[in-house]
């Protein structure tokens, strides 16, 4: 229950207790996701597809990769009013008015409720245009179909247990955020095999499985953000649709960053089924998908870094801290730098044995996977620059640059892995996109900041920005 001082002189100190949580939640979050794809891809049995004899685990780990992009579409929304509206908590409380601060936290909340409902109504109802649109072929969609239904309509509790999760972060209770976490993972790595193996599910077993332990961390954060003894405590009250404004506006950046991700999946999904055809179609995807979850053992906790940490940027920012803000961004980009140095160097030399989790007993594809690993790894380092910039960005209410830095990055790699590369050099160019994609956005995002950043904060320190605002609010008054 013991909160972080966000306004602590010891900068170090407060960005590592807010870092090192946040890291390790995301890391657990990552391993349930991938010890999920593990027990599939180890399924047992056999399947007969054109006539020949196919094993059952790689058919069901290509149906649940055609159904993981969806899943992180999905979960993008809460991120949208998670990591939107957190910054301006943070601020609010920085600013020392609490009373702003309850306002965002019940406007986030109901906010998260609705969108919750219609995106499990929306995805249902919808499940099979967007598989066989994206990826999907007859081999595989009974099984996408099993798995993304279940998982959809568990969205209504993934989305406001993930969202409200931010907000607990946004506090200072790191610890608290992490254990929610730490509770639906570790409930989804142990339910897994009783569902999937114990009472034969299959497929529908690792998707039921995983909205169990959704819905284990919702009812934990509910009811931590309604204790007495929670600093902002949760307490719904009307909506206040300005308010909702602000959240989404400053929320779409990591929304259109998680959301795109899983689009160029989708596409790219679809492009390895169509240039790999009826014989290497699957295995394609089934390759890709190895290769994505491995990323994301340096992707998500590095996004956990970044977003982590944006409470004592956002509540610096609030307080008018000039030094804090930036001892604490310097921090946070070396952190950045050390932990995706460390994985590249982990990724790249142990690429055999975490490929081979997901695929034993298959030499081909496994080579194909060891292969696309290392080629994803080549720009996780520079990756580290456009997460901890565009972050700040958000962390500071700069949603238009944030959002700007994102998409260019996700044009790049929409048009060199859809587009371009495939076009000239075939089907494995497809896994070049991501580093090109990473590079070009870390000399983008730096150029930028350098030049932006100072204004930004040189506007702050001067009143101007909250003098723009006043002026804003009695002309739409008027």
Request: aromatic share 10%; proline share 4%.
């Amino acid at each position: 229950m013991k909160a972080v001082n966000l306004g602590s002189a010891n900068v170090l100190s407060t960005v590592l207790k807010l870092i090192i949580p946040a890291t390790i939640a995301q890391f657990i979050n990552v391993l349930y996701s991938i010890v999920d794809r593990m027990y599939v891809g180890n399924i047992g049995g056999t399947i007969i597809i054109n006539g020949a004899e196919e094993k059952l685990g790689e058919v069901a780990l290509a149906a649940v990769g055609v159904c993981s992009p969806i899943t992180i579409i999905i979960s993008s929304f809460a991120f949208l009013v998670g990591t939107g509206g957190a910054p301006l908590f943070a601020m609010a409380l920085g600013e020392g008015r609490e009373d702003n601060a309850k306002k965002i936290l019940s406007n986030a909340a109901v906010s998260l409720a609705c969108i919750s409902v219609a995106v499990a109504a929306l995805f249902t109802a919808l499940h099979r245009p967007l598989l066989y649109a994206f990826g999907a072929s007859d081999n595989t969609y009974s099984f996408a179909r099993q798995y993304l239904m279940i998982y959809a309509a568990g969205a209504i509790f993934s989305i406001p247990g993930t969202g409200l999760n931010q907000y607990i972060t946004a506090q200072g209770y790191s610890g608290i955020a992490m254990l929610s976490t730490v509770i639906g993972a570790a409930s989804n790595i142990a339910l897994d095999p009783l569902f999937i193996f114990v009472f034969g599910l299959n497929v529908a077993g690792a998707a039921i499985a995983t909205v169990i332990s959704q819905m284990f961390t919702f009812a934990f954060v509910l009811t931590f953000l309604r204790l007495k003894n929670t600093k902002v405590r949760l307490e719904l009250s009307r909506p206040d649709y300005a308010t909702i404004g602000k959240i989404v506006k400053l929320g779409l950046s990591p929304f259109i960053i998680m959301a795109s991700d899983g689009l160029i999946i989708i596409l790219q999904n679809a492009v390895l089924q169509r240039m790999g055809g009826p014989a290497e179609g699957d295995t394609w995807i089934t390759v890709a998908t190895v290769v994505q979850a491995v990323f994301t053992l340096t992707a998500t906790p590095l996004l956990g870094i970044s977003e982590g940490s944006q409470p004592v940027l956002s509540y610096a920012y609030g307080a008018r801290n000039e030094r804090l803000i930036k001892r604490a961004e310097v921090r946070i980009l070396i952190s950045c730098l050390v932990f995706t140095g460390t994985m590249t160097l982990i990724s790249v030399l142990c690429a055999k044995p975490l490929a081979g989790l997901f695929i034993p007993g298959n030499p081909a594809a496994l080579e194909k996977a060891v292969w696309g690993i290392r080629v994803f790894m080549i720009g996780a380092i520079p990756m580290s620059f456009q997460y901890a910039f565009v972050d700040c960005f958000t962390a500071l209410g700069q949603p238009k640059y944030a959002i700007t830095l994102s998409l260019v990055r996700k044009a790049v790699f929409f048009v060199g892995s859809i587009i371009i590369l495939p076009m000239i050099w075939g089907v494995e160019a497809v896994f070049y996109a991501e580093p090109v994609a990473d590079v070009a956005a870390a000399i983008l995002s730096s150029t930028v900041f350098l030049i932006v950043f100072p204004k930004v904060i040189k506007r702050r320190m001067s009143g101007e920005d909250c003098l723009k605002k006043r002026r804003f609010a009695h002309k739409r008054h008027s």
